[in-house]
């Protein structure tokens, strides 16, 4: 197949996906365009709930293996949208539609470029493809699920919108429920041990607070206080006061390490991280795919927004056409030329890195 037919054929695929909704949980119907596909070129598949893999022909057990990922699953449209988001449109070559950015375009360039090398035997590498579920919530039943069923993945590219420059490390995600306890009372009498009041302390404790180990990729660990949540009427002090903190881990500490310290450290009666399984990632400098990167000109980069990298233990880089500031934007959009030379990028960096 030529590229330009292969191009052609991914971006029709791409505008049937747009059109087809596949909320989190929802995409049974996308994952059968993904079959299709597959069926469509010849490639035996497997599917799995809503997530469609394959392997690449000459699969060898005694090679490593490269894991194509991205997902098919949509957050809903925000109310902004002025556009159908379910009408695949092209304007002044944009491609307007939900998840055309984020990530289907990723997705229909990585599936690609699994068909186009498919074939062949003369890899350094497996190569096995994954169109996964339930990205935009962290669910189980997407990626995660499918770890202990593929063969073993040693590597992964994992297709985000990067504006096809390699996000060599992105930082991991905990999310903490805190409790600040006082004594309730009555708003007229006095009251010397007001949550609200105590609180002031703790919420200038988090927002002072540093982490002293900065990655040199993704930099320092971001503490967020996002939510506070007190009292139901005007005359009551409360008992206790609700916080929800944001923390964005990088690549020199483990999740469970930040859990370990706010645990013994935080001046609050209780915190609980609500999952410790999103942890920062990162692939080495030196890899054969980070290599061939840089010599087609691509740049490096930390990326602070979290994906299905999340999940896995390998090492992993993150890289798609698209940019991260259109995700979920209202009258979302990929550029036509970006999906087309996100195929020959990917072809390119596999030419050189897995052979």
Not at 33 to 43: A, G, N, P, S, T
Request: charged share 25%; net charge negative.
């Amino acid at each position: 197949m030529e590229i330009k037919e292969l191009q052609q054929e991914a971006l029709q695929l791409l505008q049937h996906l747009i059109e087809t909704q596949s909320f989190s949980g929802e995409e049974d119907q996308t994952a059968q365009l993904l079959e299709q596909w597959f069926v469509q070129h010849k490639i035996p598949h497997q599917r799995h709930l809503n997530n469609v893999w394959a392997t690449n022909k000459a699969f060898d057990e005694a090679k490593p293996s490269l894991l194509l990922n991205s997902h098919h699953d949509t957050v809903k449209p925000n109310a902004a949208y002025t556009n159908d988001p379910f009408k695949a449109e092209i304007r002044d070559g944009k491609l307007f539609g939900l998840g055309s950015n984020d990530a289907s375009g990723c997705l229909v360039s990585l599936l690609a470029t699994f068909t186009w090398f498919y074939d062949r035997e003369d890899l350094n590498y497996n190569i096995i493809f994954a169109g996964t579920a339930e990205e935009e919530t962290n669910g189980k039943n997407g990626i995660a699920c499918m770890l202990p069923i593929m063969p073993k993945v040693d590597v992964a590219i994992v297709g985000e919108p990067t504006l096809m420059d390699l996000a060599v490390a992105e930082k991991g995600l905990v999310v903490f429920d805190a409790v600040v306890k006082g004594t309730p009372s009555h708003a007229a009498h006095p009251n010397n041990d007001n949550a609200i009041y105590k609180t002031a302390e703790v919420l200038k404790w988090f927002e002072a607070i540093k982490f002293p180990e900065v990655s040199k990729q993704l930099g320092e660990v971001k503490l967020t206080v996002t939510q506070i949540k007190a009292g139901t009427q005007h005359n009551v002090v409360p008992a206790k006061v609700d916080l929800v903190i944001d923390v964005r881990v990088n690549d020199c500490y483990s999740n469970q390490e930040i859990s370990d310290f706010l645990q013994e450290n935080a001046p609050v009666d209780s915190i609980e991280p609500r999952s410790l399984r999103l942890n920062s990632s990162n692939i080495p400098l030196d890899h054969d795919l980070v290599k061939a990167g840089l010599d087609l000109g691509m740049k490096t980069y930390g990326s602070p927004t979290l994906s299905d990298q999340a999940m896995l233990k390998c090492s992993s880089l993150k890289l798609g056409p698209g940019d991260s500031t259109r995700s979920h934007s209202a009258d979302e959009f990929i550029y036509v030329n970006e999906v087309e030379e996100g195929i020959e990028k990917y072809i390119a960096l596999l030419e050189k890195a897995l052979r």
